[in-house]
């Protein structure tokens, strides 16, 4: 079956360290990967989108890497903030008319 | 411009009722989608419309239900409330090309009592 998985335990870290969240994949071939921010009570809000044929991609502080040998993506946030802290999402579609799935999420605490 | 507006925000109903949850896209925005969220679960999909069209469809019962208007707005519908029922409801809109990426509404707390 197909499956997205992220780390449930919260990820901590302190303010200025790099915060690393990983979401592994099985069973899907996807057309792009896309990772999303959400705070509570609150929809998720996007943040960067990598295709099947991209290693890495970059937006300020973000960097998002994409491995379809291994199935898996990682992200990362470099100087994280105390406002980093959130719920990270990563999210799957696969080619043609197919939904995008969610991961379950990491949260991400960021200690000043 | 405006985001993806979700109405009501908070809603509370007794087993056994039905409910209507609505989603104004941002326009231009002729994708709707609609995802369930409960901390069990995580984001579920529940379904998507494409002018006007029910394009897919996840794995919930018949009591859950959707449409969407000419004008993008979507509405979905839950009958026969079960507790389990009680999740936030989020609706995303998105471009033809949905590599940008989706934008989600605030989304609806339905609580089933």
């Known amino acids: 079956s197909q499956k997205i998985e992220q780390n449930s335990e919260a990820l901590n870290i302190q303010e200025g360290k790099t915060a690393t969240l990983t979401c592994n994949y099985t069973n899907y071939s996807p057309a792009y990967l896309q990772w999303y921010r959400q705070d509570p009570g609150r929809g998720p809000v996007f943040l960067l989108l990598i295709r099947e044929n991209e290693k890495e991609k970059r937006k300020e502080r973000l960097k998002v890497t994409f491995d379809t040998t291994l199935k898996q993506s990682l992200f990362h946030i470099t100087a994280s903030q105390p406002a980093d802290s959130a719920t990270y999402l990563c999210?799957?579609?696969?080619?043609?008319?197919?939904?995008?799935?969610f991961g379950k999420g990491t949260m991400l605490l960021v200690s000043p | 411009k405006a985001g993806v507006t979700q109405t009501p925000r908070y809603l509370i109903k007794t087993r056994g009722q039905q409910v209507t949850l609505s989603c104004s896209p941002i326009s231009g925005h002729r994708s709707v989608s609609w995802y369930q969220q409960t901390p069990g679960q995580g984001l579920q999909f529940l379904f998507e419309y494409f002018s006007e069209t029910q394009r897919n469809k996840g794995n919930f019962p018949g009591r859950f239900s959707g449409r969407q208007f000419s004008n993008s707005r979507s509405e979905m519908n839950v009958s026969t409330l079960e507790l389990g029922d009680s999740a936030l409801y989020l609706c995303?809109?998105?471009?033809?090309?949905?590599?940008?990426?989706?934008?989600f509404g605030s989304g609806t707390r339905l609580t089933v009592v």
């Open positions: 999210a799957l579609k696969n080619s043609g008319y197919s939904t995008l799935t």
């Open positions: 995303a809109s998105s471009l033809v090309d949905r590599s940008y990426g989706y934008t």
